[in-house]
């Protein structure tokens, strides 16, 4: 069964790049995609966005001239940075593994969630 | 402002059978199939229904999803107070190629 699990800071000052990790356990980053997405406090969830298993990434419009999303397939791990940050970017940011297809047919859903982790920018 | 809309709440009492509702265009639900996710009091989100109706392993079936055109449906018929959470639905947009959500329904029991 596989795992998540988000770190980086809590805590991040306006303007500056947050940055966050994920360790994935029981499985391979090396296959299927892998997300970002987000939830402000007492709002709904935000798709940020994914990157693949061949490295390929698709970024949400809204937010995409800030960021990116890598894979180091070493570590078993993948990042978010998000640059110039403002107060409008404190959430809880998770990860979680996106299956795009189930038994040869096409379902793209969100399977395996990290806890999340909260992100507060503030000077 | 979601791309899927959901009623913000809904309600009923313990044993009753609830729907929750979200509606979408042709560049999400009706070209996509849906997912329905529960996310518990300060907990992370968890699949419930993707492919429309499929539930995962584990999760009860008193939980049922449909989809018809561009609107898709959430059925919980039993209904337990552990089942108090907030419901969003999430599909797949061709347009931005990628998953967008509704924006969450309150589900509580009285």
């Known amino acids: 069964q596989v795992q998540l699990q988000e770190s980086g800071p809590g805590l991040v000052k306006p303007s500056e790049t947050l940055s966050l990790t994920c360790t994935v356990s029981?499985?391979?980053?090396?296959?299927?995609?892998w997300s970002w997405i987000r939830q402000p406090p007492g709002k709904g969830l935000e798709w940020i966005g994914y990157?693949?298993?061949?490295?390929?990434?698709n970024y949400n419009p809204s937010l995409k001239s800030r960021v990116t999303i890598s894979a180091d397939t070493s570590k078993n791990q993948f990042s978010l940075k998000l640059s110039s940050v403002t107060a409008a970017d404190t959430a809880v940011y998770y990860c979680?593994?996106?299956?795009?297809?189930?038994?040869?047919?096409?379902?793209?859903?969100?399977?395996?969630w990290g806890q999340g982790t909260l992100v507060t920018v503030s000077s | 402002q979601s791309v899927l809309t959901q009623p913000p709440s809904a309600s009923g009492t313990p044993g009753q059978r609830v729907t929750i509702s979200c509606s979408g265009s042709?560049?999400?639900?009706?070209?996509?199939?849906v997912n329905w996710y529960q996310q518990l009091p300060g907990t992370a989100p968890k699949l419930l229904i993707y492919?429309?109706?499929q539930r995962p392993s584990g999760v009860p079936d008193r939980f049922s999803g449909s989809k018809s055109g561009t609107s898709a449906s959430l059925a919980i018929s039993g209904l337990q107070s552990e089942d108090e959470a907030d419901y969003y639905c999430?599909?797949?947009?061709?347009?931005?190629?990628?998953?967008?959500f509704g924006g969450g329904t309150k589900l509580t029991v009285l």
């Open positions: 999430a599909t797949w947009d061709d347009s931005l190629n990628g998953p967008v």
């Open positions: 979680a593994r996106l299956v795009t297809m189930v038994q040869g047919v096409i379902s793209r859903h969100f399977d395996s």
């Open positions: 042709s560049s999400n639900i009706g070209s996509n199939t």
């Open positions: 990157i693949s298993y061949s490295g390929s990434t």
């Open positions: 492919s429309n109706n």
């Open positions: 029981g499985g391979s980053i090396s296959s299927y995609y």
